[in-house]
């Protein structure tokens, strides 16, 4: 299994970015997937999921900031977020909690 995030970068404050995470191998398209966050000097931690049936939840920082979907045909999830800010800073990964995977990460940072 291969979970390849990409679409990180350098933002504003306020500004948007929709990080995607292209799943390869023995997984499952309607699998339950997860974004995980990690910040310089601090733990990872869970920011978004979403259940094989589609029931999204948040971490209560990103709530109502944040969306996380997938497109089933592509095997791809996305983590759509708006209005950033320098708390937000950090690598993102995907995760795939059945398989207890994983992606590389793509950098997040959030500057003026």
């Known amino acids: 299994v291969q979970l390849q995030a990409s679409g990180g970068g350098l933002v504003q404050p306020g500004g948007s970015l929709r990080l995607s995470c292209a799943a390869s191998g023995s997984i499952l398209s309607m699998e339950s997937m997860a974004w995980y966050r990690q910040a310089p000097g601090q733990p990872r931690e869970w920011v978004a999921s979403?259940?094989?049936?589609?029931?999204?939840d948040y971490a209560e920082s990103v709530k109502g900031r944040f969306t996380i979907s997938r497109e089933v045909r592509k095997k791809t999830l996305y983590l759509q977020m708006y209005n950033l800010s320098p708390e937000d800073t950090a690598v993102y990964y995907c995760?795939?909690?059945?398989?207890?995977?994983y992606g590389q990460g793509t950098q997040v940072t959030v500057s003026s």
């Open positions: 995760y795939a909690p059945r398989l207890s995977v």
């Open positions: 979403i259940s094989s049936g589609g029931s999204t």
